[in-house]
Each structure stands twice: as structure tokens, then as C-alpha cells.
């Protein structure tokens, strides 16, 4: 049996399901159904890959990795990001990722730099990954187009059918997806005209995806292929066809459907979208709405790119190595703008900054976005002059001798200059946007398809004894085995957390128990595990059995010990402390001075939340401090003009402390400045 052989194989075949599998997956298992599983399967197939490649070199007793003109950019960027991970404000997020997204963790960008490597260094043929990176994106958009018929309407909390996100999990990440893609389908359009179709279903679910961000992109890589093209190449007869089909399906696409750009519709449709709207009433919001009541998000991600901002600015370390590695959710929380709390997302949590280089930048400090956009800049110049040479289209067509070797060669020109397009693409969604874990493989690995050919190795000879390649091998199926547990206590978890919600407690105990059992390290498993106890703690109480009440508030406060230990920076874990210590106090009546602790604590980490205040105040009030409790209030109207709640606890506080004409001014206030219509209001104002 040949080893290199055979490792060559597996390598090529990994890649392969990287392009065709990531996209596709999803479970109903898990909690977090789309890109959790994209990213395990990612880590997966990098063991996979990687250990391949490391048995590969042991047999063939030589280290050889490809010299890319990436190298010094891809160094600097991961001495950045590991630097930030070091000095991080959450160590164990800036490992791992954050919950729900994981993709940004050290542990992925390790992945994606040992598959670009990988890539590069090995022999991988390019023309059939793209071909299956087609076929899955087909069956993507396949899919697209049958949520906006309605297939699984009724599966998602979410309007699916006006917004379809696929398997992609969101409608912006499914437009970006199918943006990069568009131009590969336009490059084989150039052989094949049937090509063309495909590049069309993509843009129809691109369309109903409705996704600003997604067209701006397209429209780059639209016009970067074939400007390129129409400058590159002689015969321009043999671009019409395929360019006249493409682009005369996209005008009738828009004509029908529309982009839900208005600017745009008004041009291209007989008539202005008829989105039924909704009005708002005068005191929900005060920054501009979306037509389904919502405020319009180029002015939420105005107030995020703000406090992102603020938070990098915040401190000499921060500005130089940022606040940690994906630790942008607890950055935001410190340094959130006050005018955030008008909008109709005030209470939302922002776990990225909705701007990939301001992602950067508050979280990697200028050392990260400075490398990050050291690899933009590096590959850019670099394609630039490569396209001057004879690699690229017109001088190959001059210099090949038959015409087989014209349309090899021509082909492949043309492919990287869709693969190129493409990757520019995710350049400009990114600005609106931020990378999940498909369009950060195709990142880097689009790069690494068009650097494949041409190359040079860096070269060591290697000398191991033969059995280290089964050392190789062990290691690989252990750390398979690891994340096949991680996997599983993900479900586990899961499904105690939705246990939890359906009110089978004891359940939810008992698989959240299990998750943690496989993977303790993860907080947020503990922290969910403490939220179950302590309404279990609450139910022995109502049952008058102080016994196992007392012994389930131990076990509650541990768990959330546990939480907290491992990321102290973590805002809802405080609130979840506040909220078992609270539910403690019937059985204890001192567990209210240590809930207001713990929310202060909260408080201190996320100043600018109003709701905070609020809690902080109604629990001051409880324990006798009602002049703090005032105090708090007044602090929560004024960073939110509009708080209903607060201005009602305010009036209720004023009317305790016997101060009605201060009661009476506040119902006044919020009747002329907030909802002069709000019934309990001008009925407290008669009373």
C-alpha cells in the first residue's frame, strides 16, 4: 500500500466535503442548529485533513510546505490573534467562540490557516471542488427557493417565506454565500452556457433573501469578472452569449420580485413595493423604522459601530491587542452608546459588531485588523501583477500551441478570476456584515485555489521512526473523539435547555447534568444548570421541604460559582446569579442583600443598560433603600427617555415616600413626552 498515496487521497476528499458539507448541514438537534454543526464538521475534516498531511511527511521523510506570497500576512495575523487571545478580558471565548457562533475563536482560526496550508501544499485539483462547491450551492438555493414557497413555514419562529435563510441559518449569510458562488457559476457559463442557469437560481434566492448587504456585494463581483474579462479578453463574442443570458434574467428577476431597495424598485418596477406597514406607536421608538415597526438597521448598526468604537479607544492595551478574541458581546456591553436604548433592538445582545473590520479592530486591537487587512492588501497586489504576466488569459492564449491547451488554459484563467470576484465579494459583506464559518473557509481557501499552481516548497528533510505515523493517526481519532463528546453534550444540552422552558425541570436536571458530565469546561452549561436548580429550589419551597431546598440552593449557587470562574466578564451570568439569589429569599430573606451584589456587579460591567437599573432598583426598593431605588430610576429615564417601566416604578416609589406631587409629575411627564395615549397612565393621573 502506497501511504502517500492513499493520504493524498483523504486530503483531496476532505476538501471536498469541507465545500459541499459545511454549507448543507444543520440538525434539530442541537442548540444552536446551524453553525455549531458547520463548525464541529470543520474541525472535524481539519483532523482529518492535518493528520493526513502530518502521516504524508512522516512517510515521505520530508517536511514540505508551500511559499505563498500570504506568508508573512498569515504569520502576523495569527501572532495578532493570539496575542489578543492571551490578554484576553474572556479567555475561555476567545479559545472557543462564543456560543452560537463559535467561528472567530483561536481554535478556529488555527483550522482555517492549517486547511490553507494544506491546500497549498498538496496536491488538489481544482476544477472538481469547484464543480461540487456548485452542487452543494445548487441544492442550497434549491432549498432557498422552497422556503419562499412555504415548505417549513411553520418550523421557525421567524417570516421565512419573506426572508428565506435556507441552511445557511440567516438571510445575510445565506446572500453572501450565494454571492461568492455567483461568479464561479459565471465562469463556467463561459464552456457550458447551461452554466448560466445556475448563476441565475442564485441570484433569485439572493432576491429573496433580501439582503442589502448581499446585492451590494454581487454588484462588485458582477463587475469586477466582467470588466476584467472585457478587458482581458480579444474575442468578446464568445462573452456576450453567456453575459446577455446572466444579466437579462437578473433585470426580469428584479422587474418581478425587486431587490426591496426602493431606490432601486422605483427604477426597474412599474411600482414602488407595497409591503404592508405597520405604525409604530409614538412612544415605542425614536429612531427611524423599518416598515414592520422595527428601527431601520442602518441606524442600529450605526449606534453598534459606534460602541465598538468606543470600546477599542478605551484603553492603550485595547487599542494595541483589542479586548479578546471574540469577546466582542462583553466589549459592547461596557461601552454601548445611550442612544442604542431608543431603538426597538435596546435590550438585544450584539455578539459581533456587524462590521467585520470593527470586529477586528475591538477585538484584536490595531496589531489584528492591521494584519487582517495585511492579507487583504497582500493578495490584492499580488493577483494585480500576477494578471500582468502570462499566467492570466490573453498572454496563455497567445503562447499555447494547440487549441486543447488554449481552452485548458483559458479555462483556468477565467476561474481565477471568478474565484478572485468572488473573494472580493466577501470583502464588501463583511463591511455590512461579519464572516460564519463558510465564507470564512472560502476566505482563505478561495486564495489558496488560485495560489495551487506556480508554486515553490519550503523543504526539511525529516527522519521518524515509521511507528510515529501511527502516533499520528492515534492522535487524530482521539481529538475525532473529542469533539464527537463535545457534539453530543451540545445535545444534551440542548435538550435540558429547552426542557427547562417546557417546564420539565427535572429533566432538563438530569441532561444538563450529563452535559456536563462530557464537557465541563463549557460555562454556559453550568450556568443553565444553576437557572434549573434554583426553579427547582422553588418548587421544594412552595412544597415545604426545606431539606432538599437547601441542598438544591448549594448545588444552584455552584453551578453558577462554576459559570462565573470561567468567565467573569460574562454580563448574563451575573444576572442569572441575581435571578437564583433572588428566588432564594422566600426561603432566605438575606439572599436579597447578595442579589444586589451580584447585579451590581452586572451594572458595573454594562453601565448603559437601562433594564439593569430597573432590577437594581425594584431590588433596593424591596430591601428598604428606597431612595436609591429613586435614584436608580431617575438614571434608567435618562438613558432611556421612553422606559414605560421605569417611569411607572418611579411614580409607585413617589407615592410610597408620600412625595404625590413628584408621582404625579412623572405620569405627566411620560402622558406629554412618551404616549400621550397609554390608558394605565392617565388613569393613574386621575387617581
Known amino acids: 500500500m502506497n501511504v502517500s498515496v492513499w493520504c493524498t487521497r483523504i486530503i483531496r476528499t476532505g476538501f471536498i466535503l469541507i465545500f459541499t458539507l459545511v454549507p448543507l448541514l444543520l440538525t434539530p438537534w442541537n442548540y444552536e442548529l446551524f453553525e455549531y454543526n458547520k463548525m464541529m464538521v470543520t474541525y472535524a475534516l481539519t483532523v482529518v485533513i492535518v493528520g493526513a498531511w502530518i502521516v ?31 490578554f484576553s478580558i474572556d479567555h475561555h471565548v476567545s479559545w472557543f467562540g462564543y456560543y452560537s457562533r ?27 471542488l469547484l464543480m461540487g462547491t456548485l452542487a452543494s450551492g445548487a441544492v442550497v438555493a434549491i432549498y432557498g427557493v422552497l422556503e419562499r414557497l412555504g415548505i417549513d413555514k411553520n418550523l421557525w419562529v421567524q417570516d421565512v417565506q419573506n426572508r428565506v435563510f435556507s441552511t445557511l441559518g440567516q438571510p445575510n449569510w445565506l446572500g453572501a454565500y450565494l454571492v461568492a458562488l455567483i461568479p464561479i457559476a459565471f465562469g463556467f457559463s463561459l464552456k457550458k452556457v447551461y452554466w448560466a442557469g445556475l448563476s441565475v ?24 469578472f466582467w ?95 483589542g479586548t479578546g478574541t471574540e469577546t466582542f458581546a462583553f466589549a459592547f456591553y461596557q461601552y454601548r452608546p445611550k442612544k442604542h436604548n431608543l431603538t426597538s433592538e435596546w435590550d438585544f445582545l450584539y455578539n ?12 484584536t486591537g490595531v496589531f489584528g485588523l492591521g494584519s487582517y487587512l495585511l492579507i487583504i492588501g497582500a493578495f490584492i497586489i499580488w493577483f494585480i501583477k500576477i494578471s500582468k504576466s502570462e499566467f492570466l488569459i490573453s498572454k496563455q492564449i497567445q503562447s499555447s500551441k494547440s487549441k486543447l491547451d488554449q481552452l485548458g488554459q483559458l479555462e483556468i484563467s477565467t476561474l481565477h478570476i471568478a474565484l478572485f470576484a468572488g473573494w472580493v465579494s466577501i470583502l464588501v459583506t463583511n463591511f455590512f456584515g461579519f464572516s460564519v464559518v463558510i465564507l470564512q473557509l472560502f476566505f482563505f481557501l478561495f486564495p489558496a485555489m488560485i495560489l495551487a499552481n506556480g508554486k515553490t ?32 453534550a451540545d445535545i444534551l444540552f440542548a435538550k435540558g435547555y429547552r426542557g427547562a422552558r417546557l417546564g420539565q425541570y427535572e429533566a432538563s436536571r438530569a441532561a444538563l447534568s450529563q452535559a456536563i458530565a462530557i464537557n465541563p469546561t463549557e460555562p454556559l452549561y453550568h450556568d443553565e444548570a444553576s437557572s434549573t436548580l434554583s426553579i427547582l429550589t422553588s418548587l421544594a419551597i ?34 442569572t446569579r441575581t435571578k437564583i439569589l433572588y428566588s432564594f429569599t422566600p426561603f432566605d430573606p438575606t439572599f436579597i442583600k447578595a442579589a444586589i451584589t451580584a447585579l451590581e456587579k452586572a451594572h458595573t460591567l454594562s453601565p448603559n443598560d437601562p433594564k439593569i437599573l430597573y432590577n437594581l432598583a425594584v431590588l433596593y426598593g424591596q430591601d428598604g433603600n428606597t431612595d436609591r431605588a429613586i435614584e436608580l430610576l431617575k438614571t434608567a429615564v435618562t438613558i432611556k427617555s421612553n422606559y414605560r417601566d421605569a417611569y411607572w416604578a418611579l411614580h409607585v416609589f413617589y407615592n410610597q415616600i408620600k412625595q404625590s406631587e413628584l408621582a404625579k409629575s412623572i405620569i405627566t411627564g411620560y402622558l406629554t413626552n412618551v404616549d400621550p395615549n397609554d390608558n394605565e397612565f392617565k388613569q393613574a393621573l386621575t387617581q
Request: charged residues 15%; proline residues 4%; hydrophobic residues 50%.
Open 352 to 363: 459581533k459588531a456587524h462590521n467585520e473590520y470593527l470586529n477586528y479592530l475591538t477585538t
Open 102 to 128: 463559535f467561528n472567530g475563536g483561536m481554535w478556529s482560526v488555527i483550522s482555517y490557516i492549517l486547511l490553507y496550508y494544506a491546500f497549498v501544499s498538496n496536491s488538489i485539483t481544482v476544477l472538481p
Open 542 to 575: 412552595e412544597n415545604r421541604d426545606a431539606t432538599t431546598a437547601a441542598a438544591l440552593a448549594r448545588e444552584s449557587i455552584k453551578e453558577n460559582d462554576a459559570a462565573i470562574r470561567t468567565e467573569p466578564a460574562n454580563v448574563n451570568f451575573w444576572k
Open 56 to 86: 504524508k511527511m512522516i512517510n515521505d521523510r520530508e517536511i514540505r510546505i508551500a511559499k505563498t506570497p500570504l506568508d508573512i500576512p498569515i504569520v502576523l495575523f495569527f501572532v495578532s490573534q493570539l496575542v489578543s487571545a492571551l
Open 201 to 224: 437560481l442564485f441570484f433569485a434566492v439572493l432576491l429573496f433573501t433580501r439582503s442589502r448587504s448581499g446585492l451590494v456585494g454581487f454588484a462588485a463581483a458582477d463587475a469586477f
Open 457 to 488: 516548497y519550503y523543504n526539511k528533510s525529516l527522519r521518524l521512526p515509521r511507528f510515529t505515523m501511527w502516533v499520528a493517526s492515534v492522535i487524530s481519532i482521539i481529538l475525532l473523539v473529542i469533539l464527537g463528546r463535545m457534539w453530543w
Open 227 to 321: 470588466g476584467i474579462l472585457l478587458l482581458r479578453t480579444r474575442s468578446r463574442l464568445s462573452l456576450k452569449i453567456p453575459f446577455v443570458i446572466c444579466h437579462v434574467s437578473f433585470v426580469m428577476l428584479v422587474f418581478f420580485n425587486g431587490t426591496s431597495i426602493d431606490s432601486i424598485d422605483r427604477w426597474l418596477r412599474p411600482t414602488p413595493s407595497t409591503t404592508p406597514t405597520t405604525e409604530a406607536t409614538p412612544s415605542a421608538y425614536t429612531a427611524p423604522l423599518l416598515e414592520f415597526g422595527g428601527t431601520e438597521s442602518g441606524t442600529i448598526r450605526k449606534y453598534v459601530w459606534q460602541g465598538a468604537v468606543t470600546a477599542w479607544k478605551s484603553s492603550v492595551k485595547t487599542m494595541l491587542v
